[in-house]
């Protein structure tokens, strides 16, 4: 069973608009988490992290924000671009210092000029 | 400085065959991971190695898998008697602490024929 999970596999948003990608995950140890973005070939790059003490992290056009309460969280990239179409993948571990991150399946996001 | 590498980008096996995958970390990076994408799936941690201290070798799937770490910089992650469900992608990650930032390669794409 999937402790991560991020139910869209593909998103598709118009040049400009806001992306929301979200992410669920179901173990209530985890208290932080992380967004990795991937472009084709290449590995993934670190974007933004969260821990659970704080409910938002934002970072320029990125915003994540966290529900602990709803097991959820999502990434916000405000405005999209189309250079952020990639796979996103969030990821989720016991704490920071923790090596076993669990990572979800990946979103691709599209962005449309 | 160069970012972590990872050598073969592609190899081809036949099952039953052994492989060997190799991964350099950034230089002064005491933390290194490996993980592996199947397809469709998420990154599945594989191994992690933290300075001279015994490898996390939690997520290996099996007694066929296995790593080494030799001189606290390079890594080398073996898969003995291939079989066609071990055709991934798989990616060497590392960071300067346990608590930092992983740093991905561009992964080694294993195919068993």
């Known amino acids: 069973d999937q402790q991560v999970k991020q139910n869209s596999p593909s998103l598709s948003v118009q040049e400009g608009r806001i992306s929301i990608l979200n992410c669920d995950y179901t173990?209530?140890?985890?208290?932080?988490f992380l967004w990795y973005k991937k472009y084709p070939a290449e590995g993934p790059t670190f974007l933004i992290s969260?821990?659970?003490?704080?409910d938002k992290n934002e970072d320029g056009r990125f915003t994540v924000f966290l529900n602990k309460s709803a097991k959820h969280l999502s990434l916000h990239i405000v405005p999209s671009q189309p250079g952020d179409s990639a796979v996103y993948f969030c990821?989720?571990?016991?704490?920071?210092?923790?090596?076993?991150?669990?990572f979800g399946p990946g979103t691709r996001l599209s962005v449309l000029p | 400085g160069a970012g972590v590498s990872q050598s073969p980008s592609n190899k081809v096996t036949e099952k039953g065959k052994d492989v060997e995958l190799r991964c350099d970390p950034i230089?002064?990076?005491?933390?290194l991971y490996w993980y592996r994408q199947s397809l469709g799936q998420g990154l599945e941690f594989l191994i992690y190695?933290?300075?001279?201290?015994?490898?996390?070798k939690s997520g290996l799937p099996s007694d066929r898998f296995s790593a080494e770490r030799t001189g606290g910089s390079v890594s080398t992650l073996t898969i003995q008697r291939t079989q066609q469900e071990d055709s991934a992608v798989y990616l060497c990650?590392?960071?300067?602490?346990?608590?930092?930032?992983?740093?991905f390669g561009p992964g080694t794409r294993l195919t068993v024929l």
């Open positions: 990650a590392s960071s300067q602490s346990s608590a930092d930032t992983q740093y």
């Open positions: 230089s002064g990076h005491t933390a």
């Open positions: 173990n209530s140890m985890f208290d932080y």
């Open positions: 190695f933290q300075g001279n201290s015994a490898p996390d």
């Open positions: 990821a989720a571990s016991g704490s920071r210092y923790g090596q076993n991150f669990v």
């Open positions: 969260i821990s659970s003490i704080k």
